[in-house]
């Protein structure tokens, strides 16, 4: 079955540690996104990309990197400079730009610093 | 800029009870409309959508929403609500030709009593 895998589905960080959440898909999309939720504030776009090896900054990308080498995969680091992690993460992908498109969501990380 | 307004934060209901919950968008355009649901822990599951067309849209599980330009909502209903329907809901807004395509909102938690 085609869908998003996202791993590890629950995740723990020291202070001062890089984290690398994963993301996978075998849509065949090219757009992929990463978001963050936490309670009351829905989701915020960390960073997307449409086409491989580009990716762009969404609404709150500090502390945070990506890379798109592979159209199926798009990774995501918590690095130490960001100050509060501690989050639901969820990855997503399109069809691309098609105006009718519908975003596919994996099932979350959720990352605790400890 | 797009944003998406949910004036509800929580939600009670009882069991066959009738459901509406309110989604206010801002657009420069003719907006792309959705709901997700999300179960506790879970991705997002889309619901329904609206692109264009008749204004009242069927979705997954007995879920309809109505477009209504004048007032800039897109509010979810079900005649009859069912204890598995407790989760969080989230309207979202895209537009053609943006790769951010969804802005969401920040979720409104449904509770079921039985």
């Known amino acids: 079955d085609g869908g998003i895998t996202q791993s590890p589905k629950y995740l723990f960080r020291k202070e001062g540690q890089n984290v690398t959440l994963s993301c996978e898909q075998n849509l065949n999309h090219d757009a992929m996104y990463w978001y963050r939720q936490d309670p009351g504030q829905g989701l915020r776009l960390i960073y997307y990309s449409q086409i491989v090896n580009d990716f762009q900054k969404g609404d709150i990308a500090e502390g945070y990197s990506v890379s798109r080498e592979k159209k199926e995969s798009f990774p995501l680091t918590v690095t130490s400079a960001q100050k509060n992690p501690t989050a639901f993460y969820l990855c997503?992908?399109?069809?691309?730009?098609?105006?009718?498109?519908?975003?596919?969501f994996g099932q979350g990380t959720r990352l605790t610093v400890v | 800029a797009q944003s998406v307004t949910q004036p509800d934060i929580h939600i009670t209901v009882s069991e066959g009870a009738s459901l509406e919950l309110r989604c206010n968008y801002s657009?420069?355009?003719?907006?792309?409309l959705f709901w997700y649901v999300q179960s506790p822990g879970q991705g997002l599951q889309l619901l329904l959508k609206?692109?264009?067309?008749?204004?009242l849209v069927q979705g997954i599980k007995g879920f309809e929403a109505e477009f209504k330009r004048s007032q800039s909502s897109f509010n979810l209903r079900k005649p009859s609500v069912h204890w598995s329907d407790a989760a969080e809901y989230f309207c979202?807004?895209?537009?053609?030709?943006?790769?951010?395509?969804?802005?969401f909102g920040s979720g409104t938690q449904l509770t079921v009593l039985p």
């Open positions: 979202a807004v895209g537009g053609a030709g943006s790769a951010r395509q969804l802005t």
């Open positions: 997503a992908s399109t069809q691309g730009l098609h105006l009718n498109t519908e975003a596919f």
């Open positions: 609206y692109f264009s067309g008749d204004t």
């Open positions: 657009y420069g355009a003719t907006p792309y």
